[in-house]
């Protein structure tokens, strides 16, 4: 899929810190700033200390912490690291009031590195910061009791993991309850039958209002040692911080996407009109990773009769310049001859997607669909200019922005989000039980 990211004016590597993906969905991903194949020969290392791009002030969306006391932490951090030089590049506003995702360039000035960008999250407070699973703070943490993850020993005649008792000094903050904490991870994993867990710890921090939980995930078909898994319960209770992201949380975390979609998923649809089973598409008519996205497409149109398959337009003109148009011409083919004709315009212009890598060849491309798509083509070309296309055209980039969709192509199924190139059997799989958790008939 390809990863929309802070846009970046040079190529680098990108080394961000681990992400936790409960769902465990993710397909390929390519980056806004396309990553090299793996395959590439490695390029040589610079012989000059690295020159930062320029950061673009619309990356700094959030008023605190300052670029100052980022700096500051970051040179007791690294300071005594003798050729490392840094630039922020962005402190952006997350969806948690208080708590901003920094990105940092990092280089090294002999220039025998490669430049690399690093993300955390930083409080307003300028104090405490996390990164990956762990809480990094300019104070003293508070002590808390290790927690340890051995599981205990499995008897000859056991075929499943048996977990460690937990210990009573692991659970020292009285929020979130372990009932919620079992409910949240019920809702994440449990279209998994072979996933089984047990909360080890859920312990206070230095962040008032902030706990830290600690859970043990296995696999009941296998033997294998379980792992365990930390996030950061957020002040506000609706929230966690994990591996770098902010997801939501609770004993229903899908519950606010899924009424946001309700309400602004208005895009052309399959199916039925009743809103009680959505599957949205998030897409880029010039993504080759939502050309592919297609084919799954089509088998849950077949096979979910009674949902509400969407298509909302999500494109990304860093990298991807016709998108745009493209989009516009789907509005306005909407618009003007209905989604049955929208649903034969997308296909054509996915099928010729290769068309769309010049201007010329993205007017032939699109004229050419319009014609497979029944649409008056006059008609089209003016409605895409109008000012009310354009803001239809945003208001569905501004939709994927408030759910936080950062990859597309991407499903939103009753507010869950996953990749729309994962196999099948596992969207399947995750659908149905979508469906079983929501109550729909």
Request: aromatic residues 8%; charged residues 20%; glycine residues 6%.
């Amino acid at each position: 899929m390809i990863r929309k990211m802070i846009r970046f004016a040079c190529p680098m590597g990108v080394a961000l810190l681990a992400v936790l993906a409960f769902a465990g969905t993710q397909a390929a991903a390519q980056t806004e700033a396309p990553a090299a194949q793996e395959q590439a020969p490695q390029a040589p290392a610079p012989t000059t200390a690295p020159v930062f791009p320029k950061a673009d002030p619309a990356n700094f969306t959030a008023t605190a912490p300052s670029k100052e006391v980022l700096d500051a932490f970051l040179q007791t951090s690294w300071g005594k690291v003798e050729n490392r030089v840094w630039q922020i590049q962005a402190i952006l506003k997350t969806q948690v009031p208080g708590i901003a995702r920094v990105v940092v360039l990092i280089g090294d000035k002999t220039g025998k590195e490669q430049m690399q960008a690093m993300e955390f999250l930083a409080f307003a407070d300028g104090k405490h910061f996390i990164a990956g699973d762990a809480l990094v703070a300019t104070e003293a943490e508070p002590k808390t009791a290790p927690v340890t993850t051995a599981a205990q020993p499995i008897p000859a005649a056991a075929s499943f993991p048996v977990f460690a008792k937990p210990e009573a000094a692991h659970f020292t903050a009285a929020t979130p309850t372990i009932e919620t904490i079992n409910a949240f991870t019920r809702a994440m994993k449990g279209f998994d039958e072979n996933t089984i867990w047990q909360v080890e710890a859920v312990q206070k921090t230095s962040v008032e209002g902030m706990s830290r939980v600690v859970v043990m995930f296995a696999d009941k078909s296998s033997q294998d040692k379980p792992q365990a898994t930390a996030f950061f319960v957020l002040p506000d209770g609706k929230h966690i911080a994990a591996g770098g992201q902010i997801l939501p949380f609770g004993a229903e975390p899908f519950a606010e996407a899924r009424e946001l979609v309700k309400q602004k998923a208005t895009g052309p649809f399959h199916g039925a009109a009743t809103k009680d089973l959505m599957i949205v598409e998030f897409a880029d008519f010039q993504c080759p990773h939502c050309k592919l996205a297609q084919a799954n497409m089509e088998k849950l149109i077949a096979d979910y009769p009674n949902a509400r398959i969407v298509f909302q337009n999500d494109p990304i003109p860093s990298i991807h310049p016709q998108a745009v148009r493209a989009s516009s011409y789907g509005v306005c083919v909407a618009k003007l001859a209905g989604s049955t004709a929208f649903f034969s315009f997308a296909a054509s212009v996915f099928e010729g997607q290769d068309g769309l890598n010049t201007p010329d060849g993205a007017t032939l491309t699109l004229n050419s669909s319009l014609t497979k798509a029944g649409a008056d083509q006059a008609k089209v070309v003016a409605c895409a200019d109008e000012a009310s296309t354009k803001a239809t055209v945003q208001s569905s980039i501004d939709l994927a922005a408030e759910l936080q969709i950062n990859q597309v192509p991407t499903l939103v199924i009753n507010g869950r989000q996953i990749g729309a190139t994962a196999p099948y059997e596992l969207l399947k799989k995750i659908i149905d039980f979508q469906i079983k958790l929501d109550g729909v008939k």
